[in-house]
């Protein structure tokens, strides 16, 4: 019976370091950090498709990304259209996301974005997500 109290300690432990390890809430943005979605962007015939829009972050100590998704006839499938790595200096900037969307998936018309943005922070030794700013657009895809 002397194993199952030390399996126990032990378990306690590990969670109490997994615990420290990860913060359990997820930090602010500053005040001053935003991110804008512009109210269209387009579809081409082949499926590519461009967002874009503004974003403002600062003390970012790691890398830090714009990463956008598109949903249109169901909001549980989303399509993840590119990546637009972020420099954070307090100054407004501008981002285009350019994507290639599985064939006839999406069509010229209304549509809903959500963008991100955000940093991965290194948090004891391993990258961490920290996210800045986020924002969710309703938006009309048009042909180019």
């Keep these: 019976m002397a194993l199952r109290p030390a399996l126990s300690t032990a378990t306690a432990v590990a969670a ?4 420290a390890a990860v913060p359990s809430t997820p930090a602010a943005s500053a005040p ?52 637009t790595r ?6 407004e900037h501008k981002w285009e996301n350019t994507g290639m969307s599985s064939p006839d998936a999406l069509k010229p018309g209304a549509a809903h974005v959500e963008a991100t943005l955000m940093e991965l922070r290194p948090e004891g030794g391993l990258p961490l997500p920290f996210f800045h700013a986020t924002q969710q657009q309703a938006i009309t895809l048009t042909k180019p």
Excluded: N
């Design 16 to 19: 109490l370091l997994l615990l």
């Design 32 to 83: 001053l950090e935003t991110l804008t979605v512009a109210k269209t962007g387009t579809i081409a015939p082949d499926g590519t498709v461009t967002l874009s829009g503004t974003y403002r972050c600062t003390d970012a100590t790691g890398p830090v990304f714009v990463s956008t998704a598109v949903d249109q006839s169901s909001p549980t499938v989303r399509h993840g259209i590119g990546g």
């Design 86 to 91: 972020a420099v954070c200096d307090g100054a």
